[in-house]
Structure formats: C-alpha cells, structure tokens
C-alpha cells in the first residue's frame, strides 16, 4: 500500500513538472540554464514513469519478520 501511495505522489510530482516544462518553455538561453531544463525535463519524466509503474502495479513491500 505504501509503495502505490508513493508512486501517486511520484507520477503527480512528475506530471507537474512536465506540465509545468511544457507550458513554460522559452526557447534559448545561456548554455547552464537551458541544461538545467533538460534536466528538470528528463527528471520529470522519469518521476512520471516510475510514479506510474508503482501505482499501477503496486509492488510488493517486504516485512522483516
């Protein structure tokens, strides 16, 4: 149950920064600031994936016993 309310999380997380990159995108920029966005972008991304996969299937969480 844990791991589905942290994948919620991830893939709000992540679609709002995809929204977010999405919406806002300038065109140009110095050289570390257009890195910094392609970063954000790609982290995004990953975090909306990932997110996604674990809500979806949930995984299982192991107990020590």
């Excluded at 966005?37 to 299982?60: E, P, S």
């Amino acid at each position: 149950m844990r791991n589905r309310i942290f994948g919620g999380i991830g893939a709000l997380w992540g679609g709002g920064i995809l929204v977010s990159q999405l919406r806002n995108h300038v065109p140009g920029g110095s050289g570390a600031y257009a890195a910094g966005q392609m970063v954000a972008l790609v982290f995004g991304i990953l975090l909306l994936v990932v997110g996604l996969y674990y809500l979806i299937k949930g995984g299982a969480s192991a107990k020590a016993s």
